[in-house]
């Protein structure tokens, strides 16, 4: 039934349409039929992702499958180490995957955990408890604090001050009050539906009966899960490229090997020779080592991130934040605590801020800019007892924060009088209670009354507007006076200045009753009352949100708040982090509604707020967004945010806060629900991205150093200087471990100091393709000076000139992995041992080269020699070559001689 709009029904015509009862509820047999009809009131799960599924999808991968097809090769021409070399790195790259990737389809169970698993309904004229999914439309059910609603449904009746927490749903931050009435006609925002009440959200204060309208899927938290569900995952740009890049590589490799083919051939050679010669150059083509490399270097950069509060769940999301250029934030909870505080209180004719935030009770009282004790003015701590007075919540230590149980309004007073050393239990202890007359949404007043040694007082909060026109008195400088014109137009001033600053004002009174009348009359107590003072609140901004949405500003990075609250508090708090500029526009969701998908396109980069939204506005909203091409990442905690967290590049959501279902449909979890951590891993994700690009850099400059070995060699008749188990060490050994080291190199300072890069950006460019051809040029120049030189001038023989050449090619790649380290800087202005896992690295490496040389057994298996005094000068001086040739460059480059490389 989810067509009707039941919110624009009485609740008599609501019962109506269903077919129900407002006393006795449906009888058993038309239940048991709209089972049948409507189904279990349960979300229908999609059918998942198996792990097995998940573990395939690694290997779905152009250059994982050109590996595959290449360990194939190796096998049938029976070189088995480097078949099982290939098959090795292929299936730890798949285990890496899998390893992050395992958890990432579970969120349709977390949705679900928001049902409560039992509702007390009212069936056959009998009150009862029964499992939820058993609910039907036209049900009648029972609500009270604590409960969590099992179903979309009309409120029939309510005590006076039933409210309903639904900031999981709508984004609203407080408590929201729940009444009766039919509303307008016409189509009202899900936050506004003060008549309703929806599945996953959870009663706050009073009792309640309600009709069910909607089960299942047809209720608003399963409209999101089906959203959800209907969101495509597509790959992120690294993938994109990477998968490009692949592809580009393996034709490079069939040309070159098809021309070295052609060439041998041509010159008489065996068949299986010149094919041998030409498989030896397709390993030394394809980096091996690459996804591995890349899969290991962001694994290790999840662990980083981890220190800095930022879990990564989908191991691809860490390279994507690095060209993050739109973060669309909710305000709840994330640049926001979620916690109501009073930061100003109006008495005596003063006016007084406060300082703190959230529910500590710890702060300051400031009058004009200048520290005060509360206890020196007793006007302010005559309102702030009131406050505690007309109180019925309560502020406790828990786990070492305080929590609020009940109104998070109430518990703001609590938490502000707290700051004046006023406490509810002292004063409840002289101050003791008498009977209450509870808030409702006719009267917008609440008021307890209390006894002190005999004497009657009435304690009020209420509406200023409503309050104000109670009182014929007013309480200042500690003396009773009556309540004149000009205090009314000043007290209504400052009240309005307050709401301006989107602050939530209550006003505080009492009377002295002269004597116990037979009942607390609302009529009788609430008039003639004396005026004590106002109390503004707000859910205040992080002061660490402040600093990262600047430091997002100086990166490049656009924020935009979008929230269920109102959209003047919205852009209050906007206006407070530096988001809401001159020029920028904020919208409503029935505003949004208006435009079109093609003008919001148009108008989406004006529009800094978005206030009384949707889970389908924020869809809209991070769709148009990526359609310009931006990449969004978008913060949530509320189920409502789950769908546009999915939608987006990147998704964001909160740990402490956040609800199960945006955590599992997200590609990162903030563990310490703090808006600055985003910004960290921001940071983190642009360094990642920087190190991927240096060893990238430094794998393909190497790789085409070793296939210019081989092509140079065919090319002018020279032997084969290398085997392909020597090029197969090479780029999985030698080049590992340095590669690896120089995807964990320290992040540039100067990182958030730029623009986000381009997500179009090619992984290698047309200038860093040419330098890499240059650099790679270099190594086999080395390599093959050094096996000439064993070869025709030493005389040294074939195995022992290819051990030179060997030991020269890795030798000199272990070199220029320092270079790598920076394309402008020096490496002695980087400093040398700044990056000690690269010094290891190469160590290792070094040490396993020689290995290879010295150990007798792999002598034989890669047919090397070991090799003399004077050719150990000689191969480190050649293969020292690229690293001081790099360095003479970059120092003439900055120097303005020769051009600098910007990739």
């Not at 480097?82 to 990737?101: K, P």
């Not at 209550?506 to 609302?522: F, G, H, I, M, T």
Request: aromatic letters at 8%.
């Amino acid at each position: 039934m989810a067509q009707e709009k039941f919110y624009n029904f009485t609740a008599e015509e609501t019962v109506k349409a269903l077919n129900s009862n407002s006393d006795s509820g449906l009888d058993s047999q038309e239940a048991k039929r709209r089972q049948i009809e409507f189904g279990l009131n349960q979300l229908r799960e999609k059918k998942g992702i198996s792990p097995w599924n998940i573990f395939f999808e690694q290997f779905q991968n152009f250059i994982i499958w050109i590996l595959i097809a290449a360990a194939l090769v190796s096998g049938l021409l029976k070189e088995w180490v480097d078949a099982l070399a290939i098959i090795a790195i292929v299936i730890l790259n798949a285990i890496l995957g899998f390893i992050q990737e395992y958890r990432a389809e579970k969120s349709l169970a977390a949705l679900k955990k928001l049902s409560s698993p039992n509702s007390k309904v009212i069936r056959d004229g009998q009150h009862s408890v029964i499992p939820s999914v058993w609910l039907v439309p036209g049900d009648l059910i029972e609500l009270e604090a604590g409960d969590y609603i099992s179903a979309d449904s009309r409120l029939l009746w309510t005590t006076a001050n039933f409210s309903v927490q639904e900031a999981s749903l709508t984004g609203e931050s407080t408590a929201v009050t729940k009444t009766t009435f039919a509303l307008k006609e016409g189509n009202i925002p899900l936050a506004d539906r003060a008549n309703m009440v929806y599945m996953g959200t959870a009663v706050a204060v009073g009792k309640a009966r309600a009709v069910v309208v909607d089960t299942g899927m047809l209720t608003e938290l399963g409209r999101i899960a089906g959203m959800v569900q209907e969101i495509r995952q597509e790959d992120t740009p690294l993938q994109k490229k990477l998968e490009e890049f692949g592809k580009w590589i393996v034709w490079l490799c069939f040309i070159l090997v098809g021309v070295v083919f052609l060439l041998e051939w041509l010159r008489g050679g065996k068949i299986i020779d010149v094919f041998l010669t030409a498989v030896s150059l397709a390993v030394a083509a394809i980096p091996e080592g690459l996804p591995a490399v890349v899969t290991i270097s962001l694994a290790l950069g999840v662990h980083r991130m981890v220190k800095r509060n930022a879990l990564i769940r989908k191991l691809p999301s860490v390279e994507t934040l690095g060209c993050a250029t739109v973060i669309c934030t909710d305000k709840t909870g994330t640049l926001t605590k979620n916690e109501m505080t009073v930061q100003a209180v109006f008495s005596g004719g003063k006016l007084f801020e406060v300082s703190g935030i959230g529910y500590l009770p710890k702060g300051e009282f400031l009058f004009k800019q200048n520290k005060i004790n509360p206890a020196d003015y007793p006007d302010l701590n005559q309102a702030l007892t009131c406050a505690v007075l007309c109180n019925g919540a309560e502020l406790s230590l828990d786990n070492g924060s305080y929590k609020i149980f009940g109104d998070p309004t109430e518990g703001a007073l609590l938490s502000v009088a707290g700051k004046a050393s006023l406490w509810k239990e002292k004063l409840e202890k002289k101050f003791t209670f008498v009977d209450e007359i509870p808030f409702d949404s006719q009267r917008k007043k609440m008021t307890i009354i209390r006894s002190e040694s005999g004497k009657l007082i009435a304690f009020i909060k209420g509406a200023p507007d409503i309050l104000l026109n109670d009182c014929i008195n007013i309480e200042e400088a500690a003396q009773v006076r009556k309540l004149s014109d000009a205090d009314k137009i000043n007290i209504q001033r400052i009240n309005n200045e307050l709401a301006d600053r989107a602050m939530r004002v209550l006003a505080v009174a009492y009377k002295v009753l002269d004597e116990a009348p037979k009942k607390y009359e609302a009529e009788e107590i609430e008039k003639n009352l004396t005026f004590l003072g106002l109390f503004a609140m707000i859910d205040p901004p992080r002061e660490e949100a402040k600093k990262a949405i600047q430091r997002c500003k100086t990166a490049g990075i656009r924020t935009v708040m979008i929230t269920g609250d109102h959209k003047n508090t919205a852009v209050a708090i906007a206006r407070q982090l530096g988001m809401y500029d001159q020029g920028s526009l904020a919208l409503s969701g029935e505003e949004l509604d208006i435009l079109s998908d093609v003008q919001l396109y148009d108008q989406v980069e004006k529009i800094a707020v978005y206030a009384r939204v949707s889970p389908e506005h924020k869809l809209r909203i991070v769709t148009a967004w990526r359609k310009r091409g931006e990449v969004v990442a978008m913060t949530g905690d509320g189920v409502n945010d789950a769908p546009a967290v999915k939608e987006a590049d990147i998704g964001v959501a909160m740990g402490i806060t956040g609800t199960d279902v945006t955590k599992e449909v997200s590609d990162m979890v903030i563990t310490d629900d703090n808006f600055a951590s985003i910004v960290a891993a921001v940071e983190e994700g642009r360094g990642i991205y920087d190190n991927i690009k240096k060893f990238v850099h430094y794998l393909l400059s190497c790789n085409t150093g070793e296939i210019l070995v081989m092509f140079t060699s065919s090319l002018i008749g020279l032997p084969v200087p290398l085997l392909p188990i020597h090029i197969l060490w090479v780029n999985l050994v030698t080049d590992g471990l340095p590669a690896l080291a120089l995807g964990v190199d320290p992040v540039n300072p100067n990182v958030m100091q730029r623009p986000p890069r381009n997500p179009h950006e090619k992984v290698v460019t047309k200038q860093r393709g040419l330098l890499m051809l240059a650099q790679g040029s270099f190594i086999a120049f080395c390599s093959l000076l050094a096996f000439v030189f064993v070869l025709y001038i030493e005389k040294g023989g074939i195995d022992r000139a290819r051990t030179a050449a060997f030991i020269v090619l890795s030798c000199s790649q272990l070199f220029h992995a320092f270079n790598c380290r920076s394309m402008k800087e020096s490496l002695f202005k980087l400093g040398i041992f700044t990056n000690k896992k690269l010094i290891l690295a190469n160590s290792v490496s070094f040490a396993l080269q020689m290995a290879v040389v010295y150990v007798p057994f792999l002598q034989q298996v890669f047919k090397t020699e070991a090799l003399g005094l004077f050719d150990w000068f000689l191969v480190i001086g050649i293969s020292s070559f690229p690293l001081w040739a790099v360095e003479a460059w970059k120092a003439l480059a900055n120097r303005g001689v020769l051009p600098l490389s910007q990739t």
